[in-house]
Structures are given as structure tokens and as C-alpha cells.
């Protein structure tokens, strides 16, 4: 059974204070590895796919990696409109299922 | 503009009601799912199609019917609702979805009372 834990659950930074986010997975053949933004009321937002370890992924102030066993997303010197929850899932071995993780909340004052 | 199209956004339903949550896309996505989102619990996979007249069961089917008669359309079915199925529903598509980001929905947040 696929398996993704994210980690922190809450994440509260000052605008231009960088951090990572963490993405933790199990899976039975590794299809892709997806991060979605999600803001409230709305539906996910897709952000990136990553296929295979060592593979890396930017879009401005993120940029996400992949390890064997997990991912990072890094936000890099952040803005209060980057605040929303970020879902990571992974795509095992039916194309067409995705398992998601709780997501991580982050926040980003002024 | 494309995208995929939910509707009801909002729906309150007693206990043993029934009722249909549309979902339609204009992108001629080949794979269309329903995932229903709770609190700390993640999205889960209801219902899936991988194409038109093929659907198959994810991880939390029971209570909930689906078709796919054209490649567009994907409603789910509330058979009788329980206070259980109180959740927000996204339906999502993908082109092919082998490795293809899927486009969610904006969702339909459902009440059983």
C-alpha cells in the first residue's frame, strides 16, 4: 500500500525567511512524485511532477527534489501570497490513482 | 476557460437522501476521479475512469456509485446519505495519467444532517 507522510503538519515563516518542506513516501514503483498548492475553498493546484531520484524541479521562489524515499519542496525567501497548504502524492503502480499526504499549512507574515 | 467544472459548490442533504454531484471537463482528459477531502485525513480516492464506459473502485467507494457514458462527464452518486459522506468532494482529470498532473475541480462541500 502506498504510504506519503508530510512534515511539519504548520509552518509559520517571515516574509524572505527560506525553509523546506518534507515528503516522505513508500511506493510500489514510483510513477511520479506530484506537489499541489491548494488555498482555501479551492481545489489543488498542480506545481510540479518528479519521475526519478536526483531529479529537481523550480518555479520561482520554489524548488522541488527527490530522493528514494522522499522530497523536499523549498521556498526560497517567501511572500504572504505563497501562504496555502502544499499536498504532496505520489503515483504507484495503477496510473491512474494518486495517494496524497495531509499537506503541510504554511504562513508568511509580513 | 478549460478546466473542470463542479457543481454543486455547496449541497446540504438529510440522512437517506440521494443526489448527484456533476462533474465535466473540456480538456478531453482520458482519466477523470472523485476524491473526497477531511480534516487530517488527506485527500482519498472514491471512484476513477480511465475512459469512457470503464470505471473502477479507489479506496473509499462504498455509498457512492459513478458512469461514465461520454469522455466529458463524470457524475457521483450519493445513494443514501449518511452523515459519514459530510466532506468536501473534488473531482480531477488527466490526460493520460501516467505521470500527467491531474486538474482538480474547485469542489462541492457536502452536509448530511
Redesign the interface.
Known amino acids: 500500500e502506498d504510504q506519503v507522510t508530510q512534515s511539519p503538519e504548520a509552518l509559520r515563516l517571515q516574509e524572505g525567511e527560506s525553509s523546506s518542506l518534507n515528503c516522505s513516501y513508500t511506493v510500489s514503483g514510483l510513477r511520479g512524485l506530484f506537489w499541489y498548492r491548494q488555498d482555501p475553498g479551492k481545489g489543488p493546484e498542480f506545481l510540479f511532477t518528479l519521475y526519478s531520484a536526483g531529479e529537481e524541479k523550480e518555479k520561482e521562489r520554489l524548488k522541488a527534489t527527490l530522493t528514494k524515499k522522499e522530497s523536499f519542496l523549498h521556498i526560497t525567501a517567501p511572500k504572504p501570497e505563497d501562504s496555502a497548504t502544499y499536498l504532496c502524492a505520489v503515483q504507484g503502480g495503477t496510473a491512474s490513482k494518486l495517494t496524497f499526504g495531509t499537506g503541510t499549512r504554511l504562513q508568511v507574515t509580513l | 476557460n478549460a478546466g473542470?467544472t463542479q457543481t454543486p459548490k455547496f449541497q446540504v442533504l438529510k440522512t437517506g437522501q440521494s443526489m448527484t454531484l456533476q462533474c465535466a471537463q473540456d480538456m478531453n482528459h482520458e482519466?477523470m476521479?472523485w476524491?473526497r477531502q477531511d480534516p487530517?485525513?488527506?485527500?482519498?480516492?472514491i471512484h476513477?475512469?480511465?475512459g469512457a464506459g470503464i470505471t473502477?473502485q479507489?479506496e473509499v467507494p462504498n455509498g457512492y456509485n459513478v458512469s461514465r457514458s461520454t469522455t466529458e462527464d463524470f457524475p457521483l452518486r450519493l445513494l443514501s446519505a449518511a452523515p459519514s459522506q459530510t466532506s468536501v468532494y473534488?473531482c480531477?482529470s488527466s490526460l493520460?495519467?501516467?505521470?500527467?498532473?491531474?486538474?482538480?475541480?474547485?469542489?462541492t462541500r457536502l452536509t448530511v444532517v
Request: net charge negative.
Open positions: 473542470v482519466y476521479s476524491y487530517g485525513m488527506g485527500l482519498r480516492l476513477y475512469s480511465v473502477d479507489g473534488f480531477a493520460q495519467g501516467e505521470g500527467y498532473g491531474y486538474t482538480f475541480g474547485s469542489g
